[in-house]
């Protein structure tokens, strides 16, 4: 099968600028969540998507957003930028339940000028 | 509030050695806890997890050892090998599929 796939992989943008990152899980895998990695704060948990539905959030202004399509790709959207949105955005799959493994893709890295 | 403390934040161990990272945590809900390793580039992947009905669990050269009431886990690479130098991530899990990290180790392996 194929892993995790997230585009686009290299994104530079300006501050006030929104973004979109899209994340294409493991077929067959229901439940996407999204992590935001910075040297300072480390692995940031965002969101969890399944079926459609958001199940998890963590604890980011409501700048940050998600969705999950029928077909469970996922993309997540992040409006006025801040420099220090400057991160690698990571995608994670799983199959169906909750505490399995989860899949992470390469990452997005965003950098906000 | 970091829910998750990792140490060391870095570790530097000869071929053939033991590597050794402590996690410690706070919320007493968690329930899953996993350990990622991550190369440079890419995403982390999943080494070893537990869960906190065993105190010890083994997969190949590496161990995860659990202490529920002192709130503390522990990663073991035994044998450890340059292709191991990699950053390493505890996280615990106690819904859905919401990990909580810790800091992150980075370990190098020297020949």
């Known amino acids: 099968k194929a892993g995790v796939t997230q585009t686009p992989r290299y994104l530079i943008k300006t501050r006030g600028q929104q973004v979109t990152l899209s994340c294409s899980p493991i077929s067959g895998h229901r439940s996407v969540s999204w992590y935001q990695q910075t040297p300072g704060q480390g692995l940031q948990f965002l969101f969890e998507?399944?079926?459609?539905?958001?199940?998890n959030k963590g604890n980011f202004p409501g700048r940050f957003s998600g969705r999950q399509f029928s077909n469970s790709r996922s993309e997540m959207n992040v409006s006025t930028l801040e420099l220090g949105d400057s991160a690698l955005y990571l995608c994670?799959?799983?199959?169906?339940?909750?505490?399995?493994?989860?899949?992470f893709g390469p990452g997005t890295r965003l950098l906000v000028l | 509030q970091q829910q998750v403390k990792q140490s060391p934040q870095s570790l530097i161990v000869q071929k053939g050695g033991i590597s050794i990272i402590n996690c410690a945590y706070e919320n007493t809900a968690f329930d899953y806890f996993p350990w990622y390793q991550q190369f440079p580039g890419k995403g982390p992947a999943l080494l070893i997890a537990?869960?906190?009905?065993?105190s010890e669990k083994k997969e190949g050269r590496f161990t995860i050892s659990f202490n529920k009431s002192a709130k503390q886990f522990s990663l073991h690479i035994m044998d450890s090998q340059p292709g191991d130098s990699a950053t390493y991530f505890c996280?615990?899990?106690?819904?859905?599929?919401?990990?909580?990290f810790g800091g992150g180790t980075r370990v190098l392996v020297k020949p």
């Open positions: 996280a615990a899990s106690s819904t859905g599929n919401k990990l909580t």
């Open positions: 537990i869960r906190p009905d065993v």
């Open positions: 994670a799959s799983s199959p169906e339940g909750q505490k399995e493994t989860q899949y």
């Open positions: 998507y399944f079926s459609e539905t958001q199940r």
